[in-house]
């Protein structure tokens, strides 16, 4: 990919030096990579364990068990987000020197996204059948998690962002993250629901393509101004 | 022409000064609060006591002369924070800080007794004191929204960059509230018909509805009052080492 | 009339309920460094803080050549030293490049890591190198295409530095002097020999 023409390309260097940078630092620690994976497929092992191995049973929670175990996985990867560039000094860097900051944000969220989002995305067909979901409701989970993953890993950015100085990050970020990934939730799952039960999944994964253009577009900034209190001397 | 947009701006200046907020509403406190009590009173002795049993639900209704109020400010409550959180971003208003601070447990509190009186409202309608009805879920979710800004608040020790950090929480919270809200109505849909509707009733005559309209005036009161004397305290605390709150307190140890 | 590259008026600053300075005017012209000096706590580093806008709670102004102070017009080294431990020194100045938009041609980072005494090191995870190594990386910032900036704020760039590695640094701080710029820096040492340098001190003692 370059630069359209007559775009200013030190945005575009901006934009790719910050992605290069956090898809390094994420590749140079596989295990930290593999965490919320691990998870997300421990704990939808629990659930047949834990509620009921009836093939019937696992089918009617199939989506609500991915999804929720999804929610969870991309909060464990929150908390780290930011605050290891704090500790170093290179997040106040960015923040100072990035004109706009708005656009390393971006390539940060991407770059989370594609180490948490994608791939939890990619494994939840699999760990669908599993739980014995629906062949004809894989599709739109798939596609409800690839529209609604962004959109967690955004709002989950703001409350990382919002936390990033804190000591009592972690137990404070769910609480104020959870609440607001409410929507994903209800209508990624009612897609899959819809589709097992043999009826159209459209309506909701086209919200949700709605609501990740609209984050993708907005979120960044709340991130950015929140990124920039967080720098303040603490 | 040129008079107005002057005056305003005056005005807009002074109400940024916390000294002006604090010693302008000082007098208004004993006439609101006593308002408040006078509506408040009336409105719940007409509605428990005088106001006729619903044809359907008998008396359990009458518990909505203090959900409704209470439910509506909780949502009121976390919008007047939005805005104030909007202020302090961009004008930089101290004094918008303080409100938001004051508004966050007293708009929990009303969030809370939203949530109490609809549970215990639960239990002679639909036999048990918590369903997940798509009105009472919205309104757990608005809940934990509060508490979420009040440990923010609490976590990060520079108030000065507290109060930036809930704005930014805030007005995140307020855009995702109507979505909250439509996503779980519309959830409750998919799960279950429309169980039994409460508040649709247009037809409820006078004597119910005006002790009702009396109730949310009053809560209304109620609300501004607490708002008022808490940011007051708020201005107090914040403003502690300035030379006017010293004077004050030298002159009421006096 | 030319405007002073860094001009501070009638600052006032508070950390934690405690007022650090006030009245505090300071102007520094281009080709001028002023060392920063006082006791621990003084507020040296939130002065620093203060003009590259990382500490919002201080009245009185503070301009750059004029205008209100843009981070891209000015260079921060702070105690953090802004380097990644995971990733090698050659990625982190590939990644302060980025940062600040540079698109121009030529290895620059391997001429910075060269003039910064590392040559051969630029494949080695930072948090492998010595204290010392790591500090000549964040300092190796300062020998970047993107340092030449009007202003430089360097909070102790002598620590943890040997001999050989202070006289690179004010080397460093020498040219950015000769090619117009200035710098505001802290540091407890004696102050190397520099062109235009004068001494400020804040806090108690005076």
Known sequence: ?234 | MKYIPDALRRLWHRMGSPRWFYETTGPWVPWLAAAAALLIGVGTVWGLAYAPPDYLQGDSFRIIYIHVPAAYLAQAGYILMAICGVVLLVWRMKLADMVMATVAPIGAAFTFLALATGSIWGKPTWGTYWIWDARITSVLILLFLYLGIMGLRRAIERPEAAGRACAILAIVGVINIPIIKYSVDWWMTLHQPATFSVTSAPAMPAIMWVPLLLNVLGFNLLFAVSVIQGTRTEVLIRERRTRWVTDLCRGEQA | MSHAVLDICGLRCERDDRELFADFDLRIGAAEAVQLRGPNGAGKTTLLRCIAGMHPEYEGSIQLLGAPVAGERLLFVGHRPGISGLLTAADNLRWHLDLAGWHGAGDVVTAALTRVGLTGYDDVPCQQLSAGQQRRVALARLALPTAQVPLWLLDEPFTALDDAGLNLVSGLMADRLAGGGAILFTTHQPAPELPGLSTRWIGAAA
């Open chain 1, 1 to 234: 990919m370059t630069p359209s023409a007559g775009s200013d390309p030190s945005l575009w260097v901006l934009f790719r030096g910050q992605l290069r940078r956090d898809l390094k630092l994420a590749f140079g620690q596989p295990s930290e990579l593999a965490n919320p994976l691990a998870f997300f497929v421990v704990v939808i092992t629990l659930f047949p364990l834990g509620v009921s191995p009836e093939p019937g049973v696992l089918a009617g929670m199939a989506p609500g068990v991915l999804w929720i175990a999804a929610l969870l996985a991309t909060l464990l990867g929150l908390e780290a987000l930011f605050r290891r560039d704090r500790d170093d000094g290179t997040l106040e860097q960015m923040v100072l020197r990035a004109q706009p900051l708005y656009l390393p944000v971006v390539a940060r969220m991407l770059a989370h996204w594609m180490v948490t989002g994608a791939p939890l995305t990619l494994l939840a067909p699999l760990l669908g059948g599993m739980l014995n979901l629906a062949p004809e409701a894989r599709l739109p989970l798939m596609l409800g998690l690839a529209l609604g993953t962004p959109v967690l890993v955004l709002l989950g950015g703001v409350g990382a962002a919002l936390t990033v100085g804190l000591r009592t990050g972690g137990v404070l970020l769910a609480l104020l993250v959870l609440p607001l990934f409410v929507p994903v939730l209800i209508l990624g799952v009612s897609a899959a629901e819809l589709a097992s039960s043999g009826l159209d999944p459209t309506g909701p994964l086209l919200w949700l393509a709605a609501g990740a253009s609209f984050a993708i577009t907005t979120v960044p900034f709340a991130i950015a101004a929140a990124l920039r209190i967080g720098v303040e001397t603490g």
